[in-house]
């Protein structure tokens, strides 16, 4: 069974930092690409950051670049998103999901195949 637990969300005041976690199981860790979604009340989804476990490449919504770092650790099955110099607008609740990374192209939520339940982020100004 295909698990993503998703961890480390809380409430920060702006201009902190964060750390999130996925630990990932019941699939082969490094032949999918694993992302962050988050989602804010009354809007659509939207990719943050995805990782590619097999050659670590990287994406980052334009709104992240330079803040968020996204990382993996194979031996841990687990992916990390690294939060800095958070803004009131990051906050939402933040999805682990993942998808097999022949023909992941793109860090959309449309192609991800399984999702975690998301954990919890609040940025106070």
């Known amino acids: 069974e295909v698990q993503l637990v998703e961890s480390g969300g809380g409430l920060v005041q702006a201009g902190g930092s964060l750390r999130l976690s996925c630990a990932a199981s019941?699939?082969?860790?490094?032949?999918?690409?694993i992302g962050w979604f988050r989602q804010a009340p009354g809007k659509e989804r939207e990719g943050a950051s995805c990782?590619?476990?097999?050659?670590?490449?990287?994406y980052y919504a334009d709104s992240v670049k330079g803040r968020f770092t996204i990382s993996s650790d194979n031996t841990k099955n687990t992916v990390y998103l690294q939060m800095n110099s958070l803004k009131p607008e990051d906050a939402a609740v933040y999805y682990c999901?993942?998808?097999?990374?022949?023909?992941?192209?793109?860090?959309?939520?449309?192609?991800?195949?399984?999702w975690g339940k998301g954990t919890l982020v609040t940025v106070s100004s």
């Open positions: 999901a993942a998808v097999w990374r022949v023909g992941a192209t793109q860090c959309s939520p449309y192609i991800m195949g399984y």
């Open positions: 019941g699939f082969t860790f490094a032949d999918y690409v």
């Open positions: 990782i590619s476990t097999s050659d670590r490449r990287t």
